[in-house]
């Protein structure tokens, strides 16, 4: 499994996640900053990337298109300071890995993540 951070997260969270034994790419790296939500996850379900994002776009257009790829990891209320961002999403995303290989979204905050397969049921 592979991150793909948003361009909402800083770059040099992608190398602290690495470090942290998954291997993280930021978006700034594949394609143009200005690039629309939709590109970034044609791109993400092409290449088998999971999206980390502190936008809540992703997850209402996984839900308006029932989609089954690509993951998404939608942030919420955490620090945008890479000590304490880092090991808070890596931990919460190896405990997730199964679901978000098979395709889904989950939520992280400070103290609980939720997963919901995809494709959402609204």
Do not use: C
């Amino acid at each position: 499994m592979k991150l793909l951070l948003d361009m909402n997260l800083p770059p040099a969270l992608a190398d602290r996640i690495t470090e942290l034994g998954i291997e993280t790419v930021h978006w700034s790296g594949l394609g143009p900053p200005s690039a629309p939500d939709e590109d970034i996850m044609a791109v993400a379900a092409e290449r088998g990337l999971v999206i980390v994002t502190y936008d809540m776009d992703f997850s209402a257009i996984l839900a308006a298109t029932r989609s089954g790829k690509p993951s998404v990891v939608q942030l919420r209320a955490i620090s945008l300071e890479i000590d304490v961002l880092a090991p808070r999403l890596a931990a919460a995303v190896s405990q997730a890995a199964p679901a978000l290989e098979a395709g889904a979204l989950l939520t992280v905050d400070l103290v609980r993540s939720r997963v919901r397969l995809l494709p959402l049921k609204t």
